[in-house]
């Protein structure tokens, strides 16, 4: 009796052991002779490995519960977005706001944000005070060499540097910077402090006021400038909330570089010409 209740207890455990084998296998009985019967997968929860972005897949996976040697892998769809109005920077899924400026014939496309990538193993682009939520709000800052990709100088229109840009679009000359101040206000001229168009271009929050007056712009554009402050080499940082320095594509000559510029006591939009290139200014890229 004990011999046979033995046997008993073994073939139990047999069946047991292929149950926990088998519980997770996907072969199933076609129905013919001598095939195994069917086994239906017993999984967790899906966990996601790699989260997707606009120009990414990402990844997922769940592991059989009663074997965690069996686990399924799935593609997780791109995330949708209206490319009408956003740009899909495909180096790290950010989206950007873009907005048409000028006439049919010489329209420009512009994003309506400050670039935010952040360029792998290079120290030179940085959050204002080395704090990400600055990312966020306007983008980060970067020297001219960086904003240029190693690109040499160039006066065109347009450009043809794509420089820190995404793929398709590409920092702006200095003549490009020209074209948007003169579609803006007509009157103004090359290089020069263009009056009242800083107003129109400038967001409609934001920036600083000054004697009583709001620093805000009207944004009759949509080009939403905001005042993101610059920065130095030696780490330091200054002027948020007043005035937001872009680079441009174009030298002046062999050590300097024109920029265009917005404050918040000012309805003008200003070039200047930085004669340090480290010094850490905002990007502005146009569609190619």
Known sequence: MRTQFSKIVLAAG????????????????????????????????????????????????????????????????????????????????????FVSIGTEATAQTWMAENLNYDVPDNATDVCYDN???????????????????????????????????????????????????????????????CGGAGTKLKSTNGWNSYEGKSGNGTDEFGFSALPGGNGRSDGSFGRVGETTPWWSSTEYDASSVYGWNMYYNSADVSMFKEGDKTRLYSVRCVQD
Not at 27 to 39: A, E, I, L, R, Y
Not at 56 to 82: A, F, N
Not at 139 to 154: C, D, H, I, V
Request: hydrophobic residues 25%; charged residues 20%; contains cysteine.
């Open 14 to 97: 047999i069946v047991l052991a292929m149950a926990l084998t088998f519980s997770c296998s996907s072969d199933k009985d076609d129905g013919n002779p001598g095939t195994s019967p069917s086994h239906e997968h017993v999984w967790g929860d899906w966990e996601v490995v790699t989260a997707p972005t606009c120009g990414t897949k990402g990844e997922r996976k769940r592991t059989c519960t009663s074997d965690p040697s069996h686990v399924e892998m799935e593609d997780i769809d791109k995330l949708p977005y209206d490319n009408t109005t956003l740009l899909c920077d495909a180096r790290d899924g950010k989206l950007y706001k």
């Open 131 to 193: 704090n990400p939520a600055n990312c966020v709000t306007y983008g980060r800052l970067y020297n001219w060499e960086t904003a240029m990709g190693g690109s040499a100088s160039s006066s065109k229109n347009p450009s043809e540097v794509q420089g820190v840009c995404p793929s398709g679009w590409h920092l702006p000359s200095d003549a490009e910077w020209n074209a948007l101040t003169k579609f803006v206000n007509p009157s103004c001229s090359d290089n020069s402090n």
